[in-house]
């Protein structure tokens, strides 16, 4: 079992950025593809970007793609998102999911652990 831990949200104004970090325990971090996922108030689980087990392979949503970049290190068991160019629309609770897997995957009933989530707020 994985046990993750996201952090890193917060407010902040529209074009600024913020780090997200999500610290896994338990099994081995390096044996599992992460993904982050973002839930906007009545809007259903939306895939934001994924990582390759090995760290080589990234992927990402449309939506995120050239202001967002995913990566992990597996020597401190944490993955991260960096978010630039924020904007109000993306407000919204981010959760860290462990796929165990090589690959990522955009599915989110792929994953087969999840953190608690972490709030970001973008004003404008």
């Known amino acids: 079992q994985v046990q993750l831990v996201e952090s890193g949200g917060g407010l902040v104004q529209a074009g600024g950025s913020l780090r997200l970090s999500c610290a896994a325990s338990?099994?081995?971090?390096?044996?599992?593809?992460m993904g982050w996922f973002r839930q906007a108030p009545e809007k259903e689980r939306e895939f934001v970007a994924a990582?390759?087990?090995?760290?080589?392979?990234?992927y990402y949503a449309d939506s995120v793609k050239g202001r967002f970049t995913i990566s992990r290190d597996n020597a401190k068991n944490t993955v991260y998102l960096q978010m630039n160019s924020l904007k109000p629309e993306d407000t919204a609770v981010y959760y860290c999911?462990?796929?165990?897997?090589?690959?990522?995957?955009?599915?989110?009933?792929?994953?087969?652990?999840w953190g608690q989530g972490t709030q970001v707020t973008v004003s404008s």
């Open positions: 990582i390759w087990r090995s760290g080589a392979i990234t």
């Open positions: 999911a462990a796929r165990s897997s090589i690959s990522g995957s955009s599915r989110s009933s792929e994953y087969d652990y």
């Open positions: 338990g099994d081995t971090f390096s044996s599992y593809a």
